[in-house]
Nanobody
Framework: QVQLVESGGGLVQAGGSLRLSCAAS????????MGWYRRALGKQREWVAI???????RYIDSVKGRFTISTDNVKNTVYLQMNSLDPEDTAVYYC?????????WGQGTQVTVSS
């Protein structure tokens, strides 16, 4: 089974940028969707951005215009470019792979935005 490893999290000041990466241990060819989710302290996990195998993207309203999801199918990696970060974006970010009916999650990467 494919495993996912996120990286790129860290501490950034408000207004700054980070790029998260999620590398799959195997091919993601034929995936149905890949997404980024986040869980802030004391809150439920929420989806942030999704990209389908056909390249369609969707974003939660609070990140539209600031975050961009993309994939590199050669590197089997999905990215989340996050600009104009706000303290409200502080959370553990997880990537998810939906492929052939199997949902796989990464271990998460912490993003902390200071005011």
């Amino acid at each position: 089974q494919v495993q996912l490893v996120e990286s790129g999290g860290g501490l950034v000041q408000a207004g700054g940028s980070l790029r998260l990466s999620c590398a799959a241990s195997g091919s993601i060819f034929g995936f149905n969707a890949m997404g980024w989710y986040r869980r802030a302290l004391g809150k439920q996990r929420e989806w942030v951005a999704i990209i389908t195998g056909r390249g369609s993207t969707r974003y939660i309203d609070s990140v539209k215009g600031r975050f961009t999801i993309s994939t590199d199918n050669v590197k089997n990696t999905v990215y989340l470019q996050m600009n104009s970060l706000d303290p409200e974006d502080t959370a553990v970010y997880y990537c998810n792979l939906d492929r052939f009916g199997i949902s796989t999650w990464g271990q998460g990467t912490q993003v902390t935005v200071s005011s």
